[in-house]
Structures are given as structure tokens and as C-alpha cells.
């Protein structure tokens, strides 16, 4: 009877998807040990995979010595390398299913069971943790609140159903979403045009409402300038995406 069980707690171990957290962090140090052993805490199992995007500071060996697998990139490459770089490592390593996470702690790893449901229940192939829907929505200023609507209204009318949070970089996909990201990413603020790319390539996509914690140290990368050169990138990123292609994914 004891070796009956154990066989089946074996079994039951090799169906579990592999899952790996993909977290992007440019300059983090403060905050990264935190955002790893957070994700270990959610889940022993679920392997972290911090992508160091060229920090000039700590943030490679705070990762390490929290027991996550770094991944240095030689240079700054932005957010959307540092995430297809990520999603080029769970391809080649043949992960089931990945998890984008923040490097700055606003991503609340008690959240993620909430976000990989649609996932794994085989619903979705992306799912998006938005702040903006159910009762837990999400308070932010006013020129962002602006900003993020606008960029979901145009988004949802692109790929056809309604989206509130099209700027979450909280997300989870399935080895579908997996093999497009790792082939076909968009580089320099790229959640946005992500959920574009998404559908093009024929994705299902679905927002799971979760909570976000406030950023637990540092401050965003996106300032005042760059804020008005983000909405121009996004908008004119937008507007090429209405041209179809199709994506070539890797073998």
C-alpha cells in the first residue's frame, strides 16, 4: 500500500505542468530578493528565472543568493528583451506554462493561482491580471488612468473583445504563448502591443481581475518624457499592427 501511494505521488508529480516566473529586472536590488522568495513561498516547485536586463547595481547576485537562476543579458536591452529573453529560455527547456512577474514587487504572488486558473483549465492561452475590474479595481493618477484607457480602447477594438488593462506586465501563458513570445516579442514598453501580437497569432486571451501592491522600492523607468514617448511608440505600434502578418515560431 505505502509503494502504491508513493507511485501515484510520483505520477501525480511527472503530469504537474512545469511552470517557470520569468522576471524582468533592470536595476532592482532592493526589491528582487523579496519578489523571488515570494514566488517561492507561492509555490517551492515553480522554478524563477530572474533576467538580469544589464544592472549596473546588485541585482544578479541579490537574485542568486535568494535562490533564483539569473540570466544576465551583456547589455540593456529594455523590458521586451529582457522578457523574450525569458521566454527563450522556457522554450528551449521546455516549459508548459510561464509567468511574467515585476522585479519591483508590485505583483503580489498570491495572486498567481487566481491568474493561472484560465490557464491550466485550458480557457485561455494568455491571461492578463488587470487592476481595473472587479471589486478590487485599482486606483491610479489620473494622466495614467487616461492614458491606460485610451490605450485599452483602441487595443479591444483591435482585437476584438474588451480589455482594461492592456499595460499589466502580470501575465501567464501556455506552451502556445510560450513558442510565439519567444519568436515574435515586441521591444521598448511592450505589454502593450504584447496583447496585439497575441491575437494575431491566434491566441486566446483572457484579463483574470487580481490585486497589485504598490512598488516596494525604486521608481518607475517611465518618466515625464517618457511618458509622451511612450503613448506616440504605442500609438504608432498600433497602427502598423492593423497590417496583418504572420509571425514565423521557431521548431
Known amino acids: 500500500m505505502t509503494q502504491a501511494v508513493a507511485l501515484t505521488a510520483a505520477d501525480a508529480r511527472r503530469e504537474r505542468p512545469r511552470c517557470l516566473a520569468i522576471v524582468p ?4 536590488e532592493a526589491s528582487i530578493a523579496g519578489v523571488v522568495l515570494d514566488l517561492q513561498a507561492f509555490d517551492p516547485e515553480l522554478e524563477v528565472l530572474v533576467v538580469d536586463d544589464g544592472s549596473s547595481d546588485a541585482t544578479a547576485a541579490c537574485a542568486d543568493e535568494a535562490g533564483a537562476r539569473v540570466l544576465p543579458l551583456p547589455l540593456n536591452l529594455g523590458i521586451g528583451g529582457a522578457v523574450q ?13 510561464a509567468v511574467q512577474v515585476d522585479g519591483d514587487g508590485q505583483h503580489d504572488a498570491r495572486e ?3 491568474l493561472l486558473e484560465p490557464v491550466l483549465a485550458g480557457r485561455a492561452d494568455l491571461a492578463i491580471g488587470t ?8 486606483r491610479a493618477p489620473l ?14 477594438l483591435r482585437v ?6 492592456t499595460t499589466s506586465g502580470f501575465r501567464a501563458v501556455n506552451g502556445r504563448g510560450i513558442r510565439l513570445f519567444a519568436a515574435d516579442y ?9 496583447v496585439v501580437t497575441a491575437a494575431r497569432g491566434n491566441l486566446r486571451v483572457c484579463e483574470v481581475p487580481v490585486l497589485m501592491r504598490p512598488r516596494a522600492a525604486g521608481r518607475s523607468s517611465i518618466t515625464a518624457f517618457r511618458s509622451f514617448y511612450y503613448v506616440v511608440k504605442v500609438l504608432l505600434a498600433l497602427f502598423v499592427g492593423l497590417f496583418p502578418r504572420q509571425p514565423v515560431l521557431p521548431d
Open 143 to 156: 494622466a495614467r488612468r487616461i492614458g491606460i484607457g485610451m490605450f485599452a480602447v483602441l487595443v479591444s
Open 112 to 114: 498567481l493561482a487566481r
Open 131 to 138: 487592476r481595473f475590474s472587479g471589486p478590487r479595481s485599482y
Open 25 to 28: 529586472a533592470y536595476n532592482e
Open 85 to 97: 529573453a525569458g521566454y527563450m529560455y522556457a522554450f528551449e527547456r521546455g516549459f508548459d506554462v
Open 186 to 194: 515586441p521591444h521598448d514598453y511592450p505589454e502593450v502591443e504584447a
Open 160 to 165: 476584438r473583445q474588451r480589455m482594461t488593462d
